[in-house]
């Protein structure tokens, strides 16, 4: 079991604003690491960091914390936004890296 | 342009061995550290070990100790996982990617990955 904990499935409005949430005590320690995946392909970071964005990430991902809970937040949600996120983050003694169960975006 | 070039799809039979392979490019491969993550079919992402090329420093995820090897050999900017014994429950997709920053940093930094390779599907099946 992860150490990370998702929602399942979230589903946004087209140009909606939608937040994803990732919950566990070692987000008390470290920051979290976000990541899109879509059907197919390989994962790819869209935050890292207390919120930092890798080039070529559109400005409308953001990142934030707040206690255990890690949040990623997509403003003006568009088509090409729906896949899979997995947010990311050392365990709690710091020793292993865990991923959440992931989080299925559906655009409607 | 920064890459991580993965070797290709693998069907063996159980209790054979193999190893793949992911090559860097485009960076100092020795500077970084490389992670491995099996995604098995259908399920999410597991995070299995990790290597510093430059001194071969590896640590491993409790759940992969001892199922699997992760080793380097920067003459050539290449990276390795490899089973001594496959087994049917092995069959899964298995991503190389460049951890951001450092192992051992103070809390709270932790950078993620950000450079991944295309991904290697093993299939074990007899």
């Known amino acids: 079991s992860s150490e990370l904990t998702q929602d399942p499935a979230v589903s946004v409005a087209l140009g909606q604003t939608v937040r994803i949430t990732c919950q566990g005590d070692s987000l008390r320690s470290y920051y979290a690491s976000w990541y899109q995946q879509k059907p197919g392909q390989a994962p790819v970071l869209v935050i890292y960091?207390?919120?930092n964005r890798p080039s070529g990430i559109p400005d409308r991902f953001s990142g934030s914390s707040s206690g255990n809970t890690a949040s990623l937040t997509i403003t003006g949600a568009q088509a090409e936004d729906e896949a899979d996120y997995y947010c990311n983050s050392r365990d709690s003694s710091g020793s292993d890296v865990v991923f959440g169960g992931g989080t299925k975006l559906t655009v409607l | 342009e920064v890459q991580l070039v993965q070797s290709g799809a693998e069907v063996k039979k159980p209790g054979e061995s193999l190893k793949i392979s992911c090559k860097g490019s485009g960076y100092s491969f020795t500077s970084y550290w490389i992670g491995w993550v099996r995604q098995m079919p259908g399920k999410g992402l597991e995070w299995m070990g990790i290597?510093?090329?430059?001194?071969?420093?590896?640590r491993y995820s409790p759940s992969f100790q001892g199922q699997v090897t992760i080793s380097a050999d920067k003459s050539i900017s290449t990276a390795y996982l490899q089973w001594s014994s496959l087994k049917a429950s092995d069959t899964a997709m298995y991503y190389c990617?460049?951890?951001?920053?450092?192992?051992?940093?103070?809390?709270?930094?932790?950078?993620?990955?950000?450079?991944w390779g295309q991904g290697t599907t093993v299939t074990v099946s007899s």
């Open positions: 290597i510093y090329p430059g001194d071969s420093d590896t």
């Open positions: 960091g207390k919120n």
């Open positions: 990617a460049r951890h951001l920053g450092g192992w051992y940093l103070a809390k709270p930094n932790y950078y993620g990955m950000d450079v």
